[in-house]
């Protein structure tokens, strides 16, 4: 299989330095079943805090980071009036 092109991207997203696991997560979030399986064995942990962020409000999972939604939702709002 030629992935060519799946390498021209690995380089733009490369160039862009998003975190490791920013990366790992995106990555369950879009593979097939057998690569998030693979996934899933090679950062169990990593899965884990995908699912527990995905079922939580907006992803917060702790008071400071609902904290920290809160106040991101508020200036928004202050900039919306």
Do not use: C
């Not at 975190?19 to 998030?36: K, S």
């Not at 079922?55 to 928004?76: F, M, Q, S, V």
């Amino acid at each position: 299989m030629n992935r060519f092109h799946e390498y021209l991207e690995s380089q733009r997203i490369a160039a862009q330095d998003y975190p490791f696991y920013a990366l790992i997560m995106a990555a369950m979030r879009q593979a097939d079943t057998d690569n998030v399986r693979k996934l899933q064995n090679a950062w169990p942990d990593v899965w884990n805090e995908l699912v527990a962020r995905y079922n939580a409000p907006g992803g917060a999972l702790t008071p400071n980071e609902r904290a920290y939604l809160e106040r991101i939702d508020n200036i928004a709002k202050e900039t919306e009036a």
